[in-house]
């Protein structure tokens, strides 16, 4: 049986295979093909945000997964993700945002959502992705960006990805204090969702849904 493909737009190489992994497991009949591009990141950490030349080349990332017969295209990164509100009208498949089912759910489980993120680049989109859910959902939702200071001069003095996973849990218990419901802002965050199960808040991460809305357009 011929797989459908899915087309997954990456800035980060460390989360590839944890995607593929995750729809190995969702949807063992697809095909994912994958396009990393680093300096997506690094363009758009170096300008604040989006730029024309970004937009353009993730817009040729997303000609290219649709011309190679994906039936849809996942971004993968929220500090990008909104390139594909611009890009979307240039393509005649779903272009979608791995952080908007998350989104919809914080906005469904409380009004007051703390956007956890260790990137600064990625607090903007990232809040504002949840106010637009809200404005979607018709419901009052004050959004909150906690940047974790310190993790990557903690990973670098030796602590390597242990020292990121205690920084980043620390700061959701922290948020679970005043707040009714936490989004980790980055996909690579979601492996210290073990660690934070005691938060007494919900915690949300965009690996396992952003991927489970492929399933609508297979």
Request: proline letters at 4%.
């Given at each position: 049986m011929?797989?459908?493909r899915v087309g997954v737009v990456h800035t980060f190489y460390g989360i590839v295979e944890t995607v593929r992994a995750?729809?190995?497991?969702?949807?063992?009949?697809?095909?994912?093909?994958?396009?990393a591009d680093d300096s997506l990141l690094t363009e758009a950490l170096e300008h604040g945000g989006l730029t024309p030349g970004l937009l353009a080349r993730i817009c040729?990332?997303?000609?290219?997964?649709?011309?190679f017969g994906c039936a849809c295209v996942?971004?993968?990164?929220?500090?990008?993700?909104?390139?594909?509100?611009?890009?979307?009208?240039?393509?005649?498949?779903?272009?979608?945002?791995i952080d908007a089912p998350m989104a919809g759910q914080a906005v469904a489980l409380g009004s007051r959502v703390a956007v956890v993120a260790t990137a600064s680049s990625t607090i903007g989109p990232s809040c504002r992705l949840v106010e637009e859910a809200a404005q979607k959902a018709g419901k009052s939702v004050v959004v909150e960006p906690r940047l974790v200071e310190?993790?990557?001069?903690?990973m670098r003095a030796g602590g390597g990805q242990?020292?990121?996973?205690?920084l980043v849990a620390g700061a959701v218990r922290d948020a679970a204090r005043s707040h009714d419901v936490i989004v980790l802002a980055?996909?690579?965050?979601?492996?210290?969702?073990?660690?934070?199960?005691?938060?007494?808040?919900?915690?949300?991460?965009?690996?396992?849904?952003?991927?489970?809305?492929?399933?609508?357009?297979?």
């Amino acid at each position: 049986m011929k797989k459908i493909r899915v087309g997954v737009v990456h800035t980060f190489y460390g989360i590839v295979e944890t995607v593929r992994a995750e729809f190995a497991r969702q949807f063992p009949q697809v095909e994912v093909v994958n396009i990393a591009d680093d300096s997506l990141l690094t363009e758009a950490l170096e300008h604040g945000g989006l730029t024309p030349g970004l937009l353009a080349r993730i817009c040729g990332y997303y000609r290219s997964l649709q011309e190679f017969g994906c039936a849809c295209v996942l971004n993968s990164c929220s500090t990008v993700g909104e390139a594909a509100r611009y890009c979307a009208p240039l393509v005649s498949v779903p272009v979608l945002r791995i952080d908007a089912p998350m989104a919809g759910q914080a906005v469904a489980l409380g009004s007051r959502v703390a956007v956890v993120a260790t990137a600064s680049s990625t607090i903007g989109p990232s809040c504002r992705l949840v106010e637009e859910a809200a404005q979607k959902a018709g419901k009052s939702v004050v959004v909150e960006p906690r940047l974790v200071e310190g993790v990557y001069e903690a990973m670098r003095a030796g602590g390597g990805q242990e020292a990121h996973d205690r920084l980043v849990a620390g700061a959701v218990r922290d948020a679970a204090r005043s707040h009714d419901v936490i989004v980790l802002a980055q996909g690579s965050m979601h492996r210290i969702l073990p660690l934070v199960r005691d938060a007494g808040r919900p915690v949300l991460a965009s690996l396992e849904s952003g991927i489970a809305q492929v399933g609508g357009y297979l």
